[in-house]
């Protein structure tokens, strides 16, 4: 990982860095790219002042646990407006709570954890991309790529779990890749952390199942590595990487799991309650279906074809839309860049490989499996990962130098003028009908 003070060579050749320190630059480059996220994310938080979007369903269920009242009832479907939303593990709301606890109940209240997540997600892309690529460049190229996804910005000033889980996602596939490419026993402290941030993110969405399947097959790959090297000794392997493992793939996401149903017993309930919820979780997941026109199928989303309306106003001739859709710039590139990335670096960062591919596809694909409806922030887990593949198309073509630069040069600029373009949807501004029209380009974007 550049910059970083002491290095070793473990899994499939790839030179990692010891976290003994960050270097100024990566410090600086986290410290401007945090503040322009913060720019992007804050500015007209507070517009609409009402619920946009599920802020219906978790503002209003964060509300209720802020108020001391009933909070789990399943007797009504999350259908009405407001209703409580029970269908998801607690910690989303958990985490609403507490920012209404601390800054109060109202729109900044509601949106502020999404900011500060969004913030934590951008630093993440940097180091993960510094880390799987060994350039500070595509790091940093990958998380102003981040911040130009007009998705990642409607999410980040929303008060909902979309965004939550996915930067906990990707602080657990950050720590996977520290756990695979440190020496043993320095793995352990990025094995629990692994752990943690896994049974935060399985306390935030059950999609993370499918996470967690994917990271246990890593660490599997990476103890099958660890006794094939030469002189290894299978007791020391058990003791230093096999035991904390077990303990961080299994003991540590069930201990954070249940302990997010702390407040569900402190509030009255008990062991069979929680079993019945369970239940009706799952079963609402498993008979959804699709009840919503705005849903859209696995395959749409890096076409964009499909956004997701979050709010709606208008008067005389103005409009207030929110939309949630990618930037038609970064989503189907992205989906080329990680293939590419892919077979690039096949045989020569196995590490990294194993990280981008479940990184991206691992948290895209599955959704193909799904019996529910399902939508574009859907993709949202993976459009981290995909940044960084382009970060590194991007890199290479600028280092190339020739048409190749002016190449990368030129698409960072698109990505950046649609980015642009599309803002005032992912900001509430007002519009007349006119410039509302001028950016609805696709029939299913009206």
């Known amino acids: 990982m550049t910059g970083l003070t002491t290095s070793s060579r473990v899994g499939g050749g790839a030179r990692v860095a010891s976290p003994l320190s960050l270097p100024r630059s990566t410090v600086f480059i986290c410290l401007a790219l945090s503040a322009l996220a913060l720019l992007l994310s804050t500015h007209r938080l507070t517009t609409p002042p009402k619920y946009v979007f599920d802020e219906l369903y978790y503002v209003y269920t964060a509300q209720q646990y802020v108020g001391g009242y009933e909070a789990y009832s399943t007797a009504v479907l999350p259908q009405d407006d407001p209703a409580l939303e029970w269908t998801h593990p607690p910690l989303a709301k958990l985490i609403i709570a507490g920012s209404i606890l601390t800054v109060g109940d109202n729109p900044i209240g509601w949106r502020l954890?999404?900011?500060?997540?969004?913030?934590?997600?951008?630093?993440?892309?940097?180091?993960?991309?510094?880390?799987?690529?060994?350039?500070?460049?595509?790091?940093?190229?990958?998380?102003?790529?981040?911040?130009?996804?007009?998705?990642?910005?409607?999410?980040?000033?929303?008060?909902?779990?979309?965004?939550?889980?996915?930067?906990?996602?990707?602080?657990?596939?950050?720590?996977?890749?520290?756990?695979?490419?440190?020496?043993?026993?320095?793995?352990?402290?990025?094995?629990?952390?692994?752990?943690?941030?896994?049974?935060?993110?399985?306390?935030?969405?059950?999609?993370?199942?499918?996470?967690?399947?994917?990271?246990?097959?890593?660490?599997?790959?990476?103890?099958?590595?660890?006794?094939?090297?030469?002189?290894?000794?299978?007791?020391?392997i058990a003791r230093e990487w096999a035991a904390p493992a077990g303990l961080a793939m299994v003991g540590v996401p069930a201990l954070i799991y249940a302990a997010s149903w702390l407040h569900f017993f402190v509030t009255g309930h008990n062991l069979a309650d929680l079993f019945a919820l369970h239940q009706d979780m799952f079963h609402y997941h498993r008979h959804l279906g699709v009840v919503h026109a705005d849903s859209s199928a696995w395959w749409e989303w890096p076409l964009t074809l499909q956004p997701v309306q979050y709010f709606l106003a208008s008067r005389r001739d103005e409009v207030i839309v929110i939309l949630g859709n990618g930037n038609p710039a970064l989503y189907l590139p992205m989906t080329l860049a990680v293939a590419w990335a892919s077979v690039d670096w096949w045989g020569r960062r196995s590490a990294a490989l194993w990280i981008l591919v479940i990184g991206f596809f691992g948290q895209w694909l599955p959704w193909a499996l799904s019996p529910r409806g399902t939508f574009v922030y859907h993709f949202l887990p993976a459009v981290p990962f995909g940044c960084i593949a382009l970060a590194v198309l991007v890199a290479a073509g600028w280092k190339r130098g020739g048409i190749r630069r002016w190449g990368a040069v030129a698409y960072v600029l698109l990505v950046a003028a649609l980015f642009l373009w599309f803002y005032p949807l992912s900001t509430a501004a007002i519009l007349t009908d006119g410039q509302l029209s001028q950016r609805l380009w696709l029939p299913s974007w009206r």
């Open 113 to 236: 954890a999404s900011v500060l997540f969004g913030v934590a997600g951008v630093c993440l892309t940097v180091l993960l991309g510094m880390g799987l690529s060994g350039q500070f460049a595509v790091g940093a190229g990958a998380a102003g790529l981040l911040l130009l996804d007009n998705l990642y910005l409607v999410e980040s000033r929303t008060g909902m779990s979309n965004l939550i889980y996915a930067v906990l996602a990707l602080a657990a596939l950050a720590a996977c890749y520290r756990a695979i490419t440190l020496p043993l026993p320095a793995a352990r402290l990025p094995l629990m952390l692994t752990g943690v941030f896994l049974g935060l993110a399985m306390a935030t969405k059950w999609s993370a199942a499918a996470l967690w399947g994917w990271i246990a097959i890593a660490l599997i790959w990476r103890g099958w590595q660890l006794m094939r090297e030469p002189g290894a000794k299978p007791g020391r």
